[in-house]
Structures are given as structure tokens and as C-alpha cells.
């Protein structure tokens, strides 16, 4: 930009070439911000239907008892009347089972 030395008493020069430079960085920051505006994208998510059945099937554990007292009553009374009969081979086989799948 050149300025005109011979005319430096001019104010209205002065002022002139000030406001002009305002208004120009106001129309580059107008534009930035027009610019800004178009390239900001809103997120969105979306669950599959199997992550949607996975969420009710975690809500479904979560709201079921921890101990299964109908199993357990009718465990006790096969007990005690002496009707629940033990496998043994059945039985080692599991525990070497369960030991063997321990890390």
C-alpha cells in the first residue's frame, strides 16, 4: 500500500485509509466466519441392532437375582431326602476341566 507523503496534514486522508482498513479486516473476518460455519459437521451415532439387543440383555443380568434360590431350595431338599446322587467321574472330570481352562 503506498501512502501519499505530500498530503500528510490531510486528516480526513488519514481517516479515510484507517476506516477503509477497518472494513476490510471486518469483511475478512465476516468471510472466516462464514467459512467456519460451513465447515463445522454435527456428530451423530448410530447402534446396530445387534449392540441395541446387547444393551437389553446387559440390563436383563443386571436386574436378575445373583443367587437362584428356586435351584437352591430344590437342591436342599433333593439332599436331604437323599435323591441327589454324585457322579464322581463326572465330578473329576469338571474340576480337571476347570483347572485346565485356568491361566
Known amino acids: 500500500m503506498a501512502?501519499?507523503?505530500n498530503?500528510?496534514?490531510s486528516?480526513?486522508?488519514v481517516k479515510q485509509k484507517v476506516e477503509q482498513q477497518t472494513q476490510v479486516k471486518q469483511q475478512v473476518a465476516q468471510q472466516s466466519n462464514i467459512e467456519q460455519n460451513k465447515s463445522v459437521r454435527q456428530d451423530s451415532v448410530s447402534l446396530t441392532p445387534q449392540a441395541k439387543q446387547m444393551g437389553e440383555l446387559q440390563k436383563k443380568v443386571a436386574?436378575?437375582?445373583v443367587v437362584d434360590q428356586k435351584k437352591i431350595d430344590q437342591l436342599k431338599k433333593a439332599i436331604t431326602s437323599g435323591e441327589y446322587k454324585?457322579?464322581?467321574e463326572?465330578?473329576?472330570a469338571n474340576?480337571?476341566?476347570f483347572?485346565?481352562?485356568i491361566d
Request: hydrophobic fraction near 40%.
Open 63 to 65: 436386574d436378575a437375582p
Open 11 to 13: 486528516s480526513s486522508q
Open 86 to 88: 454324585i457322579d464322581p
Open 3 to 5: 501512502l501519499n507523503i
Open 7 to 9: 498530503n500528510l496534514n
Open 95 to 97: 474340576i480337571a476341566n
Open 90 to 92: 463326572k465330578l473329576a
Open 99 to 101: 483347572e485346565f481352562n
